[in-house]
C-alpha cells in the first residue's frame, strides 16, 4: 500500500530564516505531487504541483519554491521566511492527473514564523 | 472557472442527531466531486466521490452525499452523527487547468462540525 511523509510535524521559526519541508510517497511510482497551504479560515491553497522529476508548476507567486530532485520527493523551501508563511503546509500525491484522480494527503506541517 | 461554496463555515450539533452540511459548485461542463474530512492537526482524508453514475454516493464512516446537477449541489449527510465525527469537512471539485494540461482539485474553505454529547 502507498503511504506518503512529511516532515517535520511542527517547525517554530524566526522572521527571515529559511524553510526546508520535506514530503515523501512511498509504495508508488511516478506519482503527481501536491504542496497546499492552510492558513486559518481560508481554505487549501494550492502551492505547487509536479508531474515529473524537475517538473515544477507554481500556482500563486509568493516567496515560496518547491524542487522535486528524486521522483518520490518533493521539497517546499524559502530562503527568508516571512510572518504570512505561517500555516499548516500539506503535501499529496496522485496516480495521475485526469480529472478523476484522488489525490492523498500527508500528516501536515504546522509552520510558526515568529 | 469551476469554483466550489460550502455554506455554512461551522455546524454544531447534537450527538445522534441526522447533519447535512451544503456544497454548491458552479461549472459549465461535467464535474467531479469529493468530500475530504481533516480532523485535527492532521492531513485529509478522502470520505467519497463522485464521478459518474448513481447520484447518491456511499462513503466511508455512514456519510453519503446526494450529487444533484440542476441546484449545482452535492451535499453531504449523515442519519446519526457520533462524537468522533467532529472534523472539519471539505468538498472539492476537479478543475482542468490548461496550462499544464491537467487536472487540479479547487477547495471550499471547509465546514466544522461540532458534535455536542
Known amino acids: 500500500s502507498q503511504t506518503i511523509h512529511q516532515w517535520p510535524a511542527t517547525l517554530v521559526q524566526p522572521v527571515g530564516s529559511p524553510l526546508s519541508l520535506e514530503c515523501t510517497v512511498e509504495?508508488?511510482?511516478?506519482?503527481?505531487l501536491y504542496w497546499y497551504r492552510q492558513a486559518a479560515g481560508r481554505g487549501l491553497q494550492l502551492l505547487f504541483y509536479s508531474v515529473g522529476i524537475g517538473q515544477i508548476s507554481s500556482e500563486v507567486p509568493q516567496n515560496l519554491s518547491a524542487s522535486r530532485p528524486q521522483d518520490r520527493q518533493f521539497i517546499l523551501s524559502s530562503k527568508k521566511l516571512l510572518l504570512s508563511d505561517s500555516g499548516f503546509y500539506l503535501c499529496a500525491w496522485s496516480a495521475g492527473t485526469g480529472n478523476t484522480d484522488t489525490q492523498y494527503f500527508g500528516p501536515g506541517t504546522r509552520l510558526t514564523v515568529l | 472557472a469551476q469554483s466550489v461554496t460550502q455554506l455554512d463555515s461551522q455546524v454544531p450539533v447534537f450527538e445522534e442527531a441526522p447533519v447535512e452540511l451544503r456544497c454548491n459548485y458552479s461549472?459549465?461542463?461535467?464535474?467531479?466531486l469529493f468530500w475530504y474530512v481533516q480532523y485535527p492537526n492532521q492531513g485529509l482524508q478522502l470520505l467519497l466521490k463522485y464521478l459518474s453514475g448513481s447520484t447518491l454516493v456511499k462513503g466511508i464512516n455512514g456519510f453519503e452525499a446526494e450529487f444533484n446537477k440542476s441546484q449545482t449541489s452535492f451535499h453531504l449527510r449523515k442519519p446519526s452523527v457520533h462524537i468522533s465525527d467532529t472534523a472539519e469537512y471539505f468538498c472539492a471539485v476537479s478543475v482542468h487547468h490548461s496550462g499544464a494540461g491537467s487536472y487540479q482539485l479547487t477547495f471550499g474553505k471547509g465546514t466544522k462540525l461540532s458534535v455536542i454529547p
Open positions: 461549472s459549465s461542463v461535467s464535474v467531479y
Open positions: 509504495g508508488t511510482s511516478n506519482p503527481n
